[in-house]
């Protein structure tokens, strides 16, 4: 059962712009990590961003450095992902997902306690 709620995906041409909100589904997202992740087609799934309990620290991904944005919103229980400029190899299911991690294992999906169900994003050229 899905603790976290994405939403925001959709069909998106090249160079344009989406975001993408995390919700907690009956938990509160206010003193947790939240990460997202990515997997495209026949790709392992990939690390994008993560954004400590109060946002002051943020991790972005290289591939996606100066394009995405992390933020949240504890009032709100919500997380979201900026997407800007979005290129054709952006295309795939992100999905958060929230936890205790800390430092660099926080790019390891694995140290993630709980996940949504993904939302799709497609980026056409």
């Known amino acids: 059962q899905a603790q976290l709620v994405e939403s925001g995906g959709g069909l998106v041409q090249s160079g344009g712009s989406l975001r993408l909100s995390c919700t907690g589904s009956?938990?509160?997202?206010?003193?947790?990590?939240v990460g997202w992740f990515r997997r495209a087609p026949r790709k392992e799934r990939e690390f994008v961003a993560v954004?400590?309990?109060?946002?002051?620290?943020?991790t972005i991904a290289d591939s996606v450095k100066g394009r995405f944005t992390i933020s949240r919103d504890n009032a709100q229980n919500a997380v979201y992902l900026q997407m800007n400029n979005l290129h054709p190899e952006d295309t795939a299911v992100y999905y958060c997902?929230?936890?205790?991690?800390?430092?660099?294992?926080?790019?390891?999906?694995?140290?993630?306690?709980?996940w949504g169900q993904g939302t799709p994003v497609t980026v056409s050229s």
């Open positions: 009956g938990r509160t997202l206010s003193n947790h990590v």
């Open positions: 997902a929230g936890g205790s991690v800390v430092g660099s294992r926080a790019r390891v999906a694995g140290e993630y306690d709980y």
């Open positions: 954004i400590d309990w109060n946002g002051d620290r943020t």
